[in-house]
Nanobody
Framework: QVQLVESGGGLVQAGGSLRLSCTAS????????MGWFRQAPGKEREFVAAIDWNKGHTYYADHVKGRFTLSLDNAKKTIYLQMNSLIPEDTAVYYCTADHGVTPQAMGVMGYGAYEYDLWGQGTQVTVSS
């Protein structure tokens, strides 16, 4: 069974940067879209960014546009979330997801809860100190 494995979380000061990675564990892997959601303590899980696995098109939540960049390496079955200009409000557990039936924009519009995505990672903690 395919698993999504996240890495790259940690503690950083406000204004700093982190890069998250999400790798599919299967020998062969194909999907439609992969993306990131995040969940802060006491809050609902929210969409961050998503990418088209085949075309590389991206879609971002308004609150990360201009600060976060999502990219992919098909050969490595990995997506990368480069997070710059981090602020304390970015503190959350970041979850990677993949689905064969949605576009990145649909992932962003539907968000979490309205649709059952195929795969989820275990989450990685990002903490931004002020």
């Amino acid at each position: 069974q395919v698993q999504l494995v996240e890495s790259g979380g940690g503690l950083v000061q406000a204004g700093g940067s982190l890069r998250l990675s999400c790798t599919a564990s299967a020998y062969t892997f194909s999907t439609s879209a992969m993306g990131w959601f995040r969940q802060a303590p006491g809050k609902e899980r929210e969409f961050v960014a998503a990418i088209d696995w085949n075309k590389g098109h991206t879609y971002y939540a308004d609150h990360v546009k201009g600060r976060f960049t999502l990219s992919l390496d098909n050969a490595k079955k990995t997506i990368y979330l480069q997070m710059n200009s981090l602020i304390p409000e970015d503190t959350a557990v970041y979850y990677c997801t993949a689905d064969h039936g949605v576009t990145p924009q649909a992932m962003g519009v539907m968000g979490y809860g309205a649709y059952e995505y195929d795969l989820w990672g275990q989450g990685t903690q990002v903490t931004v100190s002020s």
